[in-house]
Nanobody
Framework: QVQLVESGGGLVQAGGSLRLSCAAS????????MGWYRQAPGNERELVAT???????NYADSVKGRFTISRDNAKNTVYLQLNSLKPEDTGVYYC??????????WGKGTLVTVSS
């Protein structure tokens, strides 16, 4: 089992920045990748960014050049730096961790609200 706890969400004006954190605990040594997803009201959950255990990153086209995913293995934490925020970035941001054999874990989410 893996437990994920997100933090760092909040209200920010367009053009501002936030840093989200996701702390992992439990059986974390088998995690192969972690990522951030978001869900806006009325929309489906969508990929924002992922990072593998080898630090290979992947981003949604809509956030490339603005968001940066990183990890601190010593702290078992993954970060998402959000810069140049837009109102369309508003949503609940969820942390995800993947283990072999289809094991998939989610945090409870942290709300990001970007005002225009």
């Amino acid at each position: 089992q893996v437990q994920l706890v997100e933090s760092g969400g909040g209200l920010v004006q367009a053009g501002g920045s936030l840093r989200l954190s996701c702390a992992a605990s439990g059986i974390i040594f088998r995690i192969t990748a972690m990522g951030w997803y978001r869900q806006a009201p009325g929309n489906e959950r969508e990929l924002v960014a992922t990072i593998t255990s080898g630090s290979k990153t992947n981003y949604a086209d809509s956030v490339k050049g603005r968001f940066t995913i990183s990890r601190d293995n010593a702290k078992n934490t993954v970060y998402l730096q959000l810069n140049s925020l837009k109102p369309e970035d508003t949503g609940v941001y969820y942390c995800n961790a993947v283990q072999p054999f289809g094991m998939d874990y989610w945090g409870k989410g942290t709300l990001v609200t970007v005002s225009s």
